[in-house]
């Protein structure tokens, strides 16, 4: 099984600052990565897969990057509506895995 | 509109069974995969169960291999997911979620509201 770990586990942000969230594989995973979004009471939201194509409606401040087994997602100026719980996901083996999630809090 | 709707989540006694079903719409459903994605309360995202478009080829995760079973009815637009020899870890909110290509193991676009699975004597 490979084991995502992300990092930080808690984010720290002002709004309109820059976050940047890590997310590496125990193994390769290609460019199969992807990022989503929860908020509390709501399920999660795609937000970046191909570890770089932000998803359908997805505003231009979060972008991904990487390969292999190191990635970023960086979402360039926080909105208030970004604060919320991020998971990467890797969908290059069985079985699919998730990171244990980087909470966006405001600082 | 996409729209995910699962049903069939309750409180089960320890080795009970339990079936979810998830609704699909506002897609061509046989032309996705489909998984099932858990989340015990507090805790992080687990996959637990894939299915591919024309229902031939199924995946588990180790935690419920052997217990649960996944299936699909192309005709209806639903999702199954049979759960036998329940164990109270596996109380979660159970999302059902759709994978943006025909393969199994694709991103997940779209997730329903979730059904919480309560496992308890």
């Known amino acids: 099984e490979i084991v995502m770990t992300q990092s930080p586990a808690t984010l720290s942000v002002s709004p309109g600052e820059r976050a940047t969230l890590s997310c590496r594989a125990s193994?390769?995973?290609?460019?199969?990565l992807a990022w989503y979004q929860q908020k509390p009471g709501q399920a999660p939201r795609l937000l970046i897969y191909?570890?770089?194509t932000r998803a359908t409606g997805i505003p231009a401040r979060f972008s991904g990057s990487g390969s292999g087994t190191e990635f970023t997602l960086t979402i360039s100026s926080l909105q208030s509506e970004d604060f919320a719980v991020y998971y990467c996901?890797?969908?290059?083996?069985?079985?699919?895995?998730f990171g244990q999630g980087t909470k966006v809090e405001i600082k | 509109e996409v729209q995910l709707l699962e049903s069939g989540g309750g409180f089960i006694q320890p080795g009970g069974s339990l079936r979810l079903s998830c609704v699909a719409s506002?897609?061509?459903?046989?032309?996705?995969?489909m998984s099932w994605v858990r989340q015990a309360p507090g805790k992080g995202l687990e996959w637990v169960s894939g299915i591919s478009g024309s229902g031939t080829n199924t995946y588990y995760a180790d935690s419920v291999k052997g217990r649960f079973t996944i299936s699909r009815d192309n005709s209806k637009n639903t999702l199954y997911v049979q759960m036998n020899s329940l164990r109270a870890e596996d109380t979660a909110v159970y999302y059902c979620a759709k994978a943006n290509s025909p393969a199994v193991a694709g991103p997940f676009d779209y997730w329903g509201q979730g059904t919480l699975v309560t496992v308890s004597s």
């Open positions: 506002g897609f061509t459903f046989r032309a996705h995969g």
């Open positions: 193994q390769s995973v290609s460019s199969n």
């Open positions: 191909g570890t770089s």
């Open positions: 996901q890797q969908y290059n083996n069985w079985p699919l895995t």
